[in-house]
């Protein structure tokens, strides 16, 4: 799982084949983001997953919330090559500030 | 789309260099952010604000001053630039409260080499 100041995992997958990314988290939030970054470009959020929710989909994503144990998790189903990117999460510990977990770099090969 | 505009999209400086590093945000946003990537890692917090006038100390401070000019500009200054602030930076926006407007909108980055 990510966070912070560890190394970018890495993951490699076939196209076809579910996938699930975790997170977890140091401190306290009300909110999950997680967000996905292409080659050269900047992050830009996928799914977001409030306290209040423990699972939140949308299209081929699914995130989940687990705030007892701070862990929260990415799943894309039937993973496609265009999947292939960098993907972290990120909280929001108190106020607007929003700190990153260290991600996890996905390759999809064909 | 919100719009995000970070420049110079490239930087050299030698060390003990000053260097300014400028974003501009459209979007009324209230929020904006300065991060910084490394090779091989995620995104670490520099410096935040909530509005023109406003700064708030991030998780990677040192070596960095900023400035939120008015809403939509904020600066990212170093001052004596060292070889270890080689990085990525990025700059992103981001509106208050619940919703859609939580989203951080991110620049394209800036690539800072000191030498």
């Known amino acids: 799982s990510q966070w912070g100041e560890e190394n970018l995992q890495a993951l490699s997958i076939q196209e076809g084949e579910d996938v699930t990314m975790n997170c977890s988290y140091k401190t306290y939030t009300t909110v999950v983001h997680w967000y996905r970054q292409d080659s050269g470009r900047g992050p830009a959020l996928i799914i977001l997953?409030?306290?209040?929710?423990r699972e939140k989909r949308s299209g081929r994503l699914r995130a989940t919330l687990d705030t007892s144990s701070q862990s929260s998790s990415l799943s894309i189903t039937a993973a496609q090559c265009e999947d292939t990117a960098v993907y972290f999460c990120?909280?929001?510990?108190?106020?607007?500030?929003?700190?990153f977990g260290s991600g996890t770099r996905l390759l999809v090969s064909p | 789309e919100a719009a995000v505009t970070q420049s110079p999209r490239n930087k050299v400086t030698v060390t003990g260099g000053n260097v300014t590093l400028s974003c501009r945000q459209t979007n009324s946003h209230n929020y904006m952010y300065w991060y910084r990537q490394d090779t091989g890692h995620g995104l670490r917090l520099i410096h935040y604000?909530?509005?023109?006038?406003?700064?708030q100390i991030g998780d990677v401070p040192d070596g960095y001053k900023a400035t939120r000019t008015t809403q939509e500009d904020f600066f990212l200054l170093l001052e004596l630039a060292s070889p270890s602030q080689t990085s990525l930076y990025f700059c992103?926006?981001?509106?208050?409260?619940?919703?859609?407007?939580?989203?951080?909108?991110f620049g394209s980055g800036t690539r800072l080499t000191v030498l």
């Open positions: 997953i409030r306290s209040n929710e």
């Open positions: 604000s909530y509005g023109a006038g406003n700064l």
């Open positions: 992103a926006s981001s509106g208050p409260g619940l919703g859609e407007t939580e989203t951080l909108y």
């Open positions: 990120a909280t929001r510990p108190g106020g607007y500030k929003v700190v």
